[in-house]
Each structure stands twice: as C-alpha cells, then as structure tokens.
C-alpha cells in the first residue's frame, strides 16, 4: 500500500517491491474479525504475493 511511509525510504515504495492494495488489507482484517465464537486469529501476516520475508 502507497502511503507516505516510503516517501524517506531510499528508493521509494518502487524500491520495496509489490504492494497490497488497500481493498485487500481490508477484506483480510474483516475475515479475521469475522471468525465464529471460539476461534482466535492472535498472528495474522499479510504481504502481497512475490514479495520477500
């Protein structure tokens, strides 16, 4: 996601590879919060596909 985070990096957000899209972020937080009675998401890591550890 483009946010002004990147603007001091060196290199830009081009530098740092993909980017998820702010509509995928969300849809990802409303599925975790989403999840029946009795079912705990406590880690979640979301990064767009191709992009390094």
């Known amino acids: ?3 002004p985070f990147w603007d001091d990096r060196p290199g830009g957000a081009d530098a740092a590879g993909a ?3 702010a509509e995928h972020l969300v849809d990802t937080v409303v599925w975790a ?3 029946p009675r009795g079912v705990d998401v406590n880690t979640l890591v979301v990064r767009p ?3 390094p550890n």
Do not use: E, K, N, W
Request: aromatic share 0%; hydrophobic share 40%; net charge positive.
């Open 49 to 51: 596909i191709g992009q």
């Open 1 to 3: 996601m483009r946010t």
């Open 19 to 21: 980017m998820i899209s």
């Open 33 to 35: 919060i989403s999840q």
